[in-house]
């Protein structure tokens, strides 16, 4: 990868036009660093030295001298894009972040000015990154800023003042730990849903109580609005677990507000986050025309075409799919696909991949299906839950389709599979309960109406709420199973209303 082709590619048409102006300000008689600039903006891949030699110099050289003045406009490149006039350009980036950017220049003055022994200027320079270190809760800011005042005045001023300065050292170096450890707190959180398609629902439980339980220690000792804010998180966890989806919108609510009381908080990313959170209890609650507004709100504070966009579209996907709207669920799960495995992660993108084969099933494009899920799709790699339900699915197209030896055979790898994971604690009882149903189902010979009594009572036990064999919304049972099962056993061939 050159990094310096992708930083001249990644600038904005108006942050282009400024760098290059920049660079003509140069007064040299050749500015050989525009000439560099404009042959590797013009080409889409980065071009090799030898033809950069070419068109800056005018004939072939060494590669050490363009890579001299490759390093050099790069420096130039990051200079710029740091610079307070870019800052000031880009609307895009978080007041919190420009901020953040001018205490460090701050900070790193301390020493040009330290060395030019102008100690009042270094502590006017100092107190100033403090104080906005302060204002925005940038605790790495207050803590080097308080370090570095301390060792200017630890051989001018008294010991008691230099005991007020480290008491204030201590205090925010723990504040910057516990925005640390709530930080931590809420991605482990995360990954614990993000990679598997089934749920530890004791650990995670667990996991509430007692991270809410440090959370509210940490905030009452520092106050950090911060902190307050990543503990609505697992707060609001906690209700989604025991699906009490109204006091868990109270909970977005009021992470809401912080967000948006706060300038050392606020970020369009994190309204969009609060809104996909809405959008799931929405869903849960079975009114999806809120869930769509919230995913309008979402995308007004998404960039197109960016990580956070992609994810909107997503739960777009989710709503119209579980809304049983499946042309405009067709039409999100077309625009998720144009993302990149590379910039979402091959298994988020592979999830995408599954939902687009979802809606085809229930648009009957079976074959379709079936060409899908030949492909190697990174969620199989989750044993215990996606690669069940892409067993599962591939067993019920091939049942639409009237291809029962197929389906039979998949079954019978089904049943393999499940027998091989049974201790897996994340394979839950739904799943094997399905294997059984679909090897009953393989014994009448595929007749749906011939299971009698001990059909209807494994179909009873998927439409339970037991946390073990409930079906749930956002997860790799898009389909209810148990939903279209019952339909095959009444004979019908419709489609399958989603709802719990």
């Known amino acids: 990868m050159d990094v310096l082709h992708s930083l001249l590619h990644s600038l904005s048409p108006a942050e282009r036009r400024a760098f290059l102006h920049q660079l003509r300000i140069n007064k040299k008689e050749e500015n050989k660093s525009l000439k560099l600039a404009t042959a590797m903006l013009a080409k889409k891949s980065a071009p090799p030295n030898r033809e950069l030699a070419h068109i800056v110099y005018g004939k072939i050289l060494g590669g050490k001298k363009v890579e001299m003045l490759k390093k050099r406009l790069r420096n130039r490149l990051e200079d710029f894009l740091i610079s307070d006039a870019n800052l000031e350009r880009c609307k895009d980036i978080p007041e919190v972040d420009r901020v953040i950017t001018k205490i460090k220049k701050k900070l790193a003055l301390k020493s040009y000015f330290e060395k030019h022994r102008n100690i009042e200027l270094t502590k006017a320079i100092l107190d100033e990154a403090i104080a906005l270190s302060k204002e925005y809760e940038y605790y790495f800011g207050v803590v080097e800023g308080l370090n570095q005042k301390r060792n200017l005045l630890v051989l001018t001023n008294g010991p008691k003042e230099i005991e007020l300065i480290d008491k204030e050292i201590e205090f925010y170096e723990y504040c910057h730990q516990s925005f640390w450890r709530a930080c931590n707190l809420y991605y482990e959180l995360c990954s614990l849903y993000d990679f598997y398609g089934n749920y530890d629902y004791a650990f995670i439980k667990r996991f ?10 940490r905030f009452d000792k520092t106050g950090s609005q911060l902190i307050n804010y990543y503990s609505k998180f697992i707060e609001l ?32 990313s994190r309204i969009t986050l609060a809104c996909w959170n809405i959008i799931n209890c929405y869903v849960h609650l079975n009114d999806f025309q809120s869930a769509l507004y919230y995913c309008s709100l979402a995308k007004s504070f998404s960039i197109k075409h960016t990580v956070n966009y992609y994810v909107t579209i997503q739960q777009e996907f989710y709503v119209h799919f579980y809304n049983k709207d499946y042309n405009n ?39 379709d299906v079936l060409k899908f899920l030949n492909e190697n799709l990174e969620v199989s790699k989750d044993k215990a839950g996606w690669e069940v339900s892409l067993r599962a699915l591939m067993i019920m197209c091939n049942i639409e389709l009237n291809r029962t030896d197929e389906a039979a055979n998949h079954i019978e790898n089904l049943r393999k599979h499940i027998e091989y994971h049974k201790r897996d604690p994340l394979l839950f009882e739904r799943q094997k309960i399905i294997a059984r149903l679909l ?25 339970s709420n037991d946390p073990q064999k409930r079906w749930e ?28």
Not at 208 to 216: D, F, G, V, W
Not at 253 to 261: A, K, L, S
Not at 337 to 364: I, N
Request: charged letters at 30%; one cysteine or more; a positive charge.
């Open 208 to 217: 509430h109580k007692a991270s809410i339980r440090e959370l509210k220690k």
């Open 237 to 268: 966890d906690h209700y989604l677990i025991q699906q009490k989806y109204e006091q868990a919108k109270a909970v977005i609510f009021q992470q809401m507000d912080i967000i948006n009381g706060n300038k050392a908080i606020f970020r369009k």
């Open 329 to 367: 669920a067709f039409q999100a799960s077309v625009e998720v696909l144009q993302s990149s495995p590379s910039e979402m992660g091959k298994f988020r993108y592979s999830t995408y991949q599954f939902g687009h084969t979802c809606v085809l099933f229930m648009k009957k494009n079976y074959k």
């Open 439 to 463: 090897l009953l189902l393989q014994s009448k010979g595929f007749r749906f109406r011939d299971l009698g009594e001990k059909g209807a009572k494994l179909i009873t036990e998927l439409k």
């Open 473 to 500: 919304y956002f997860t790799h049972e898009l389909i209810p199973f148990h939903k279209w099962f019952e339909k095959k056993m009444r004979g019908e061939r419709t489609e399958v209303r989603i709802t719990k």
